[in-house]
């Protein structure tokens, strides 16, 4: 892939909080071209509150890895700065970097040890952990992600799912005031998800501020109080999610018999509602400013056949859609 122009907003829309001492992760401009030429992050001003659970989201490819490196100072940026706890990256890395836990692709496991073992030999790599607990901090983690019943496992029989457990259980290890997970739910089946999800709001709900990446939106979105979405290295969108998903233009669809779809069409148009699409037994149309309430009695006076009728805000997915004329979930 080459740079991608974006015909969307660039980076910055809507700065989340203003005040640095609010901010778990700011950057400011923040680019990375590799060697090869390629633009991977294209200059993007990320705002990360203290105490949100940050969705940063977009499709494969769009540059949300390299951020995360970038962010905890595995990959030096081309330009542009990054701020983590309000430390300048890579330079305050010795400082700030115990007080962040990371999940990044491929944490350094040893496959001949068992899960317990990896946690200890990484917990005893802390110079400020104590010893003598070692042994609980590493069983309270594994308990946390569900590993308890595989603790005493080689990791190399370890499945991705469990591979992917141990790295939030070593991310867990000490308490942080912030997590960076690339990708958490990689390799789950439904139920880890869940799981991962939940844990997330747990933390989120002791405090800790989370940065949560994925290429499934759907996945973490209803976790998030906040978002940030990339496409081709852009920061196309980032915000409060709620806010975010008020500003989308609510769609009213209405369920009539076949035989009645061409009237409540042609209703809908009268109102003045815009792009109305029919299918099978339903009509969509976006509402605008006219309350559902008349459209239904429109509809009843016309005398349609009123099965059903709802109005929907677009989810992120949608908006996402909107923004670049692209799915979701397209490699790149
Ligand atoms: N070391 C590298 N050298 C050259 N190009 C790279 C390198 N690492 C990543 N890229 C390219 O930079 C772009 C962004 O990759 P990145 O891994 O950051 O995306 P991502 O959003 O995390 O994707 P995924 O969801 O697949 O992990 C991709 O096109 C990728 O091929």
Redesign the pocket.
Known sequence: ?TEQPTGAAPSGAAPVASDDADLAIRTDGLTKR???G?V??AGIDLRVPRGAVYGFI??????????IRMLLGLVRPTSGRAHLLGGAMPEAGADVLPRVGALVEGPAFHPYLTGRANLARLDASDATADPRTARQRADEALERVGLAAAAAKPYRQYSLGMKQRLGLAAALLRPRELLVL??PTNGLDPQGTREVRNLVRELADHGTTVLV?S?LLAEIEQVCSHVGI?SG?HLLLQGDRAELTGRGLPRLSVQTSVDHVGAAAEVLTGMGLTDVQAAGHTVSALLGAVPPEKVSAALVHAGVDLLGLEVRRPNLEQIFVELTGEGFDV??
């Open positions: 892939m590799f060697r090869s390629q991977a992050v977009g499709p494969n490819g769009s540059g949300k890895t390299t951020t690339d990708e990446s290429h990339m290295g490699a790149r």
